[in-house]
């Protein structure tokens, strides 16, 4: 199978050195060619970690989008989830609607938003699949070098009606991946959408005072952080059941992928769990207000779940108060800025109409 992985970052780095230890072909695009630049003049994507040492060579590694895709079997879209409706947009002017897409992740209403863009373009969009949480705990020591410190054990997946295909490769892909009911489902499972604005919100005097020189998971997650994540995660709950949906809380998430290790006692509390986990455990928290744990958590996920919540009929006060905290903090971020009901275009949709759009016959 060839695989095209869009984003030379973090995600995309870690699937192009599983996914060609594992025999794939893999293609590795990144619009930026200086972010390309370090892993061309390696000789290829330098790895340490989980996968071992080594140093991982992509059949194609290239900044020129349609050479990219050209004959693959499936594209993994590793990118940022702000710039999902950007890569549709290229994708829908290159005519690509027919190779299975699998968003990785696709956080909160990521399927949603890539079909509406292929939509706006008047363009029947590709079989679209989304994963709830990126595969991968991973980051980029040096531009040529990837981290990884965990690959999931477990994640969601779901495809928007006429996908199916998409799953199908994505389980090809990741046969860890188990299939949820919809993409409402696999969009509140998005553990990041919990795990990090209840700390990103708390930790903001450290995090723009130290310039992220702390653990993010230990050191900025007291047990009183955990606390408030707690009762978003409940909020979360809340808003999955009203679709019809019985999640795993936080813990159990994320004890499945990985994150939380096995022998983890909940009634220790959610943030000793957290904090025992070995995968997160150096990882380091935020070097600005510009960092994806503002900009991604909030704006792609807690305020796609405050419209999921909205049309359900929940009440999520938690989740709001966050969501006006970080518009406050962050500064300078216009209200349609993110993923709204619109850009995942589910404005003006009661509960019934949503799930009937993301129904499978």
């Known amino acids: 199978m060839i695989v095209a992985i869009l984003g030379a970052g973090n995600g995309g780095a ?8 594992r025999g794939f072909k893999t293609r590795l695009w990144n619009r930026s060619a200086e972010t390309l630049l370090p892993f061309q003049r390696a000789g290829g994507i330098k790895y340490t970690g989980v996968f071992g040492e080594s140093i991982a060579t992509p059949d194609l590694v290239t900044s020129n989008l349609a050479e990219a895709i050209e004959g693959v079997d499936i594209i993994l879209i590793c990118l940022p989830t702000l710039a ?19 968003l990785n992740p696709g956080h909160t209403g990521g399927a949603l938003e890539f079909v509406a863009a292929f939509n706006r373009h008047n363009i029947s969009p590709p079989p679209t699949a989304e994963f709830s949480t990126l595969t991968y705990v991973a980051r980029k020591p040096q531009p040529d070098t990837v981290w990884i410190t965990a690959a999931a054990k477990h994640v969601w997946v779901a495809a928007m009606p006429g996908g199916d295909v998409a799953v199908t490769r ?91 290790e096995s022998d983890a ?10 904090r025992g986990g070995e995968a997160n455990s150096k990882i380091k928290a935020p070097d600005s207000l510009a960092h994806r744990y503002y900009r991604e958590d909030f704006w792609y996920g807690i305020k796609p779940f405050l419209a999921f919540a909205g049309i ?18 962050v500064g300078g971020t216009k209200t349609t800025e993110g993923r709204s009901a619109s850009v995942m275009g589910i404005d003006g949709l009661n509960k019934d109409e949503l799930l009937s759009l993301v129904a499978h016959d």
């Open 14 to 21: 870690s699937a192009a050195v599983e996914l060609g230890q």
């Open 84 to 102: 999902h409706t950007r890569i549709a947009d290229a994708l829908a002017e290159l005519g690509a609607n027919t190779v299975p897409v699998v």
């Open 170 to 260: 994505a389980k090809d892909l990741y046969p860890v991946a188990e299939t949820a009911d919809n993409v409402i489902a696999t969009g509140l499972a998005n553990v990041n959408m919990v795990l990090h604005p209840p700390g990103a919100i708390l930790a903001a005097a450290w995090v723009e005072t130290r310039k992220g020189d702390f653990t993010f998971y230990v050191q900025g997650l007291p047990d009183g952080v955990g606390r408030i994540m707690a009762a978003l995660d409940s909020e979360r709950l809340a808003v999955a059941k009203a679709y019809g949906h019985k999640l795993p809380d936080l813990f159990t998430e994320m004890q499945s992928i990985g994150t939380i």
């Open 265 to 274: 006692d909940s009634s220790a509390g959610l943030a000793f769990a957290i």
């Open 312 to 329: 359900a009929g929940v009440d999520t006060p938690v989740a709001g108060s966050l969501m006006k905290l970080a518009e406050l903090l």
